[in-house]
């Protein structure tokens, strides 16, 4: 049973969860993730036509995937700035696993609507970001495949990293996904080891791209991992929890005002009576008055106020 947990919003959500597994004898990972609570949560906070909404939730479920490869302190960032139907989107997961995201469109979209409508001729920047230091990685995902996971799996064989496979399923309700990794050999000069750990990389391959959507969406990661692993023996980890967290908060969006510019706040202040900003990942409304925004400007902006609430 999934553990239950109280959400911020106050509804009692299951759990998300990343699973990390491997194969006994060869190298071989996987990450194996369902993000049903927080992603229920994230739906019930911004409404999409249902093409839209499944792309999103690929694209968090996707995050959370490459998050898991690697070793950081920080966030994932999925980018889209459409030249398609989709006018941006943007899936964020940090290391400990707390996940947001949103998606504009132009709307209304036309009846029947497929990825490559959804995106256009756009990219999808994936930008790593360490909290402490200004360090920042970003690489550009071409999205000319026919899915999000055939543009990430393409990716991760261009971009001289390790050989990646990639599933992705999500609706309204569901949200999961599984990443297989081959891993350098430590027997690469062994050629009988090697040529057996190279044919169960085979294996695992044909046997996620032969993995139901529907099974992705219903299954535990142990029998995702025997369906996945098929006749080569795996090992499933102890799950961590995946949740909602948006990062805004009122000192970010005193930056954000700030560096708009005393004239300009003023400017709203005094046509609106007020200076109101919604967070557009959990809906937050924040509010200055007369008084919030002479002290806004009248304190010396601190060096690490951010320009921006995302
Ligand atoms: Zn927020």
Not at 44 to 53: D, F, G
Not at 103 to 119: K, N, S, T, Y
Not at 168 to 195: F, I, R, T, W, Y
Request: aromatic share 6%.
């Amino acid at each position: 049973m999934p553990e239950l947990e109280q959400s911020t919003a106050g509804i009692v959500a299951a759990a998300g969860e990343l699973r990390r597994f491997v194969l006994e004898r060869h190298p071989v990972r996987g990450f194996w993730t369902r993000l049903d609570g927080p992603w229920r949560e994230l739906c019930s906070l911004q409404h999409h036509p249902p093409p839209v909404e499944r792309l999103l939730g690929e694209a968090v479920t996707a995050s959370v995937l490459l998050a898991a490869t690697l070793k950081f302190h920080g966030t994932l960032t999925l980018q889209l700035e459409g030249r398609g139907l989709v006018r941006l989107l943007v899936a964020q997961c940090t290391h400990d696993l707390g996940i947001r995201a949103l998606a504009r469109i132009d709307a209304p979209l036309p009846e029947h609507v497929g990825f490559r409508q959804l995106v256009g001729d756009s990219r999808l920047a994936v930008t790593i970001e360490a909290d402490e230091q200004a360090a920042r990685y970003q690489g550009i995902v071409q999205l000319q495949g026919e899915t999000l996971s055939d543009c990430l799996e393409s990716y991760f064989a261009t971009s001289e990293q390790l050989p990646t496979r990639i599933a992705l399923a999500a609706d309204a309700a569901h949200a999961s996904g599984v990443l297989m990794q081959k891993m350098p050999s430590a027997h690469a000069q062994h050629e009988a080891l090697e040529l057996a750990a190279q044919r169960a990389w085979e294996d695992v391959q044909a046997n996620l791209h032969a993995l139901p959507l529907r099974l992705l969406q219903s299954a535990s990661a142990e029998e995702t991992l025997r369906r996945v692993g098929g006749v080569h023996d795996g090992r499933v980890f102890a799950g961590t929890a995946v949740r909602f967290a948006c990062r805004c908060s009122p000192s970010r969006v005193a930056g954000l005002l700030r560096s708009l510019g005393a004239q300009e706040i003023h400017g709203v202040l005094a046509e609106q009576g007020e200076v109101s900003v919604t967070c557009e990942f959990c809906g937050r409304a924040y509010r200055f008055d007369a008084i919030d925004v002479e002290r806004l400007f009248a304190s010396e902006p601190s060096p690490e106020a951010p320009q921006s609430i995302n």
